[in-house]
C-alpha cells in the first residue's frame, strides 16, 4: 500500500482557457483536474445522460408519455422536455417518433495538470522493515541476533511526480470516444524489488523518470441493443541519469547505470475490445486484451513475453420473472487457455555468470496467470 497526496493546480483553469480561445464556435474547452489525475473512460451505454427533447406544446399529459420509456424529465418549458436516460431508453424514444438530441456540446477539448506525492510501502513496517531474524520467536526484538539485517525503508525518499494531460472528448448519441496524450515527470521514484542478501522486497529510489503516451477508448453503439468498447494504450518511459539511477550488483558485478532504460512491469502496447448484446433480459458479453512484453528487471536484462486473453460473459436479469434487483451470471476467463505470466516480483538486474548469493544472480519471481476458469452468480436481492 502506498500513501498517494494529489493537488490540482490552478495551471489546468489557464490552460482550458487558452484552449478556448483557440477553438471554433462549435467545440466547448474543460478542464478535468480530478483528485486522482485519472484520464476520465470514454461513456457506455450505460451511462445515464441529458438529452432534449423538442417538442410542439409541452402538456403534464405528454411528459408522462415521455417518462414512460424509463428516462426521467428533469425540466420542461413551451418547446423543449429535458431528461436523464440511458442509450435504450432513448432509443425507445426516437422509434415513438421523438426529435430528441444530446444536451450540451459534442466537443470537448480538456487540459489538466496535477502534482502527486506517494510514500514507501508500508509492508516492510508490518514484519519489522527486516529480514525476518530481528525478531524472537515470541516476537519480540531483537536487533543483535546473528544474522538480522534491517531493510532501507527508513532511507527511501517519497516520490514525486508533475501530471500533464492534454485531451479530446466526443459524445454524440452513437459514438462516444476519447484521446489523451499525458506526460508524468517523476522525482525519487520508487520501485519495489527482492533483494538477495536481505531476503525480502524492499523500496528504492532510482531517481527522476520520464513517462508520456497516448490513451485512446471508443464505445459504438451500432443499435439501443449492442455496443462495441475498443481501448489502446501507448506508454513510453524512460529512467534519467543520476546518481540514484546505479545499482550496486556486488559480488564480483560491475555497477549498472539504469540512464535510459524502461521502467519495470510497464508494458508499451495495451490494447482491449468487449462486445455487448441484450436481448429478452439476457446480456451476452465477449471480450479480449492484449498486453505487450515487460522488463522484469530494471536493467532490462530480462523480459516476459506479450499474451492476449479472451473472456465471455452471460447474465440474465432475474427481475423478468419478478426478482427484481437480482441477476444470474455465468463468466468464462481465459477462454483459450493461454499461458502467460502475471504479477512479478522484480529485481534489480539479472546476469546468469554471478554467483547467486549477487543482487543480479537470480531470476526474477513470477505469478502464473489464471488458466481457463468458469465461476457463476447469483445476486439475490429479498
Partial sequence: MRLRIRRSGARSTVLAALLALALAAPFSAVTDASAGGARKPAPSAD???QYEIHVHHSTPQLRTAIAASG???????????????????????RAQGYAVSPLGAEHQFYADYSESLSAPRTDNLYNGGNNGLCVSSTGASTPTAPGCVYSSFSTVRPETSANYDLGYRYTSDMVTGSLTAYNTQFKNRIVTSFDQALGISVDRNIGGVNVWGV??????????DLSIYTSASYTHSRVNSGPLAIILVGAGGAPI????????????????????????????GFGGK??????ATDANDYKTPSYVLADADITYDL???????????????????????GNISTKPCF???????????????FAVGAPQTFQVTLRSVL
Avoid: H
Fill in 47 to 49: 451511462d445515464i445522460r
Fill in 71 to 93: 428516462v426521467s424529465v428533469d425540466e420542461a418549458d413551451e418547446e423543449t422536455v429535458v431528461v436523464s436516460g440511458r442509450a435504450e431508453q432513448i432509443g425507445r424514444l
Fill in 215 to 224: 490513451d485512446g477508448e471508443i464505445n459504438v453503439q451500432l443499435m439501443p
Fill in 257 to 284: 547505470d539504469l540512464a535510459g532504460r524502461t521502467l519495470v512491469e510497464t508494458p508499451d502496447w495495451m490494447v482491449s475490445q468487449r462486445y455487448e448484446y441484450k436481448v429478452g433480459g439476457f446480456t451476452f
Fill in 290 to 295: 492484449f498486453v505487450g512484453s515487460r522488463f
Fill in 319 to 341: 427481475g423478468n420473472i419478478g426478482w427484481t434487483g437480482s441477476y444470474l451470471k455465468v463468466n468464462g476467463f481465459n477462454l483459450f487457455n493461454e499461458k502467460y505470466l
Fill in 351 to 365: 546476469s546468469p555468470n554471478l554467483p547467486s548469493s549477487s543482487a543480479c544472480g537470480s531470476l526474477p519471481s
